[in-house]
């Protein structure tokens, strides 16, 4: 992704002015003062859910409304009661018409609001947010926390696929000054084997290490070959499960964005209960951002992982 011109605002009342207030903060480095805004409700539950939504585009100081994909001017300063006439109902979850938005106008980049966190367990509920990322083929940005200015502290997790490298660049452009930090885990199940083996300690150290030496061999590589583009920063590799490595990275830096690939989230894995990005997700640490499904400029290479 080389630019990002066109931002997709999807608002609802749960968190009022937190995706309004993040978009104004990235406007500046992005260049762009022109957003569509959806304003979502559910209008009807059961087997046939129904969304209400209003479609409006903000340029600057002008408002226009897109009733059943025809525009329509409202001038500078709309009537209370001609914003009314802009909602439509349309068959479906919110999720759907976020995504549905987002592809007729080919945003770059759709805002919402984190859900926070959940009362179930991951196995026993669907996830609002984890439908609409799967649904959105631009970039998603999830705004967990309310934005104050902005981010300072950026934490890119890569697994060295296109995914991430789409993800890191997206994230390079909203965030240009920030610091970075790219992250990776990667996992050892033959060490519990050797334990049981009475391998001695000193064998298993030595596999250890080799497997972290390689481990940061690929992640430099990666960074060097596919993200010249983007901030230099802390390079960090753990051993262990993604989602504890990633999460114990966020704490530490004290990180405002956390960047995924959409590689970690496809329509198979809806129902696992070890699906990397909806623990992070939901667990809602800071704001998240995941990358296209479309890389754009992006190389076909990828690196053993």
């Known amino acids: 992704m080389r630019s990002i011109d066109r931002i997709l605002l999807a608002i609802h009342g749960t968190h009022p002015g937190r995706v309004e207030t993040r978009a104004a903060l990235l406007a500046p480095a992005l260049g762009i003062d022109a957003f569509d805004v959806l304003a979502l409700h559910w209008a009807g539950t059961g087997v046939r859910p129904a969304t209400a939504y209003s479609h409006v585009q903000v340029d600057g100081g002008r408002l226009r409304a897109l009733v059943e994909g025809e525009p329509r001017e409202l001038g500078a300063f709309a009537a209370p009661g001609e914003l009314d006439k802009v909602w439509t ?27 926070g966190r959940p009362h179930l367990p991951l196995w026993a509920r669907p996830s609002r947010d984890a439908d609409v990322v799967r649904l959105c083929r631009g970039a998603m940005l999830l705004v967990h926390g309310e934005p104050r200015h902005e981010y300072r502290s ?7 696929s296109r995914a991430s490298l789409a993800a890191a660049r997206t994230a390079a452009l909203l965030a240009p000054d920030a610091r ?27 596999y250890r ?10 992640l430099d590589e990666f960074v060097a070959l596919f993200l010249r583009d983007v901030p230099p920063g802390r390079r960090e590799v753990h051993a262990g499960r993604a989602v504890d490595v990633i999460r114990d990275c966020v704490r530490r830096q004290q990180a ?8 970690a989230c496809h329509p198979g894995a809806r129902l696992s209960s070890s699906k990397v990005m909806q623990k992070l997700m939901d667990e809602g640490a800071c704001d998240l951002l995941v990358g296209p499904d479309r890389p754009g400029d992006g190389s076909d290479r990828r690196l053993a992982a």
Request: net charge negative; hydrophobic share 45%; no cysteine.
């Open 180 to 206: 970075f930090v790219f992250v990776h885990a990667f996992q050892q199940p033959e060490t519990a084997m050797m334990h049981d083996l009475e391998l001695p300690p000193r064998v298993i150290r030595s």
């Open 209 to 218: 290490e080799q497997g972290w030496e390689a481990a940061r061999r690929k």
């Open 89 to 115: 109902v349309r068959r479906g979850r919110p999720a759907d018409v976020i995504a549905g938005t987002a592809d007729s106008i080919g945003a770059d980049l759709t805002l919402m609001a984190g859900s």
């Open 154 to 160: 950026v934490v890119v997790a890569t697994d060295f």
């Open 256 to 263: 405002d964005l956390l960047v995924l690939g959409r590689g």
